[in-house]
């Protein structure tokens, strides 16, 4: 599976954004999208997961209730709408692939997956 991110950028305090994790390779439908961001000088950290079909979802609770993570398997696409953002979501935001079905407490760790896309910068100003 190879992943594309897209669509950070800067947005003022309060505002939202939408990323989006292109997908392309056969096992997209059979696997988990994670979101993961880095921060300068922090490990990188979960956000948000989606498993395969119309597998649950799980957030973070920094953004549960914020943002919503959703999965389009005839496009190969997972999108994450950022509302209400903060100046700590700032970061480098990552899309992960993991194939096959595991608990959800699972993809909390970023070592669990097989996959990286590149990452999409956003910038939360005050």
């Known amino acids: 599976v190879q992943l594309q991110a897209s669509g950070g950028g800067l947005v003022q305090a309060g505002g939202s954004l939408r990323l989006s994790c292109a997908a392309s390779?056969?096992?997209?439908?059979?696997?988990?999208i994670g979101w993961f961001r880095q921060a300068p000088g922090k490990d990188r950290e979960f956000v948000a997961v989606i498993r395969r079909g119309f597998g649950g979802t799980s957030y973070d609770n920094s953004v549960r209730g914020r943002f919503t993570i959703s999965r389009d398997n005839a496009k190969n696409t997972v999108a994450l709408q950022m509302n209400s953002l903060k100046p700590d979501d700032t970061a480098v935001y990552f899309c992960?692939?993991?194939?096959?079905?595991?608990?959800?407490?699972?993809?909390?760790?970023?070592?669990?997956?097989?996959?990286w896309g590149q990452g999409t910068q956003v910038t939360v100003s005050s």
């Open positions: 390779g056969p096992t997209f439908s059979d696997s988990a």
């Open positions: 992960a692939a993991k194939a096959g079905s595991f608990p959800l407490s699972y993809y909390w760790s970023r070592d669990n997956y097989d996959y």
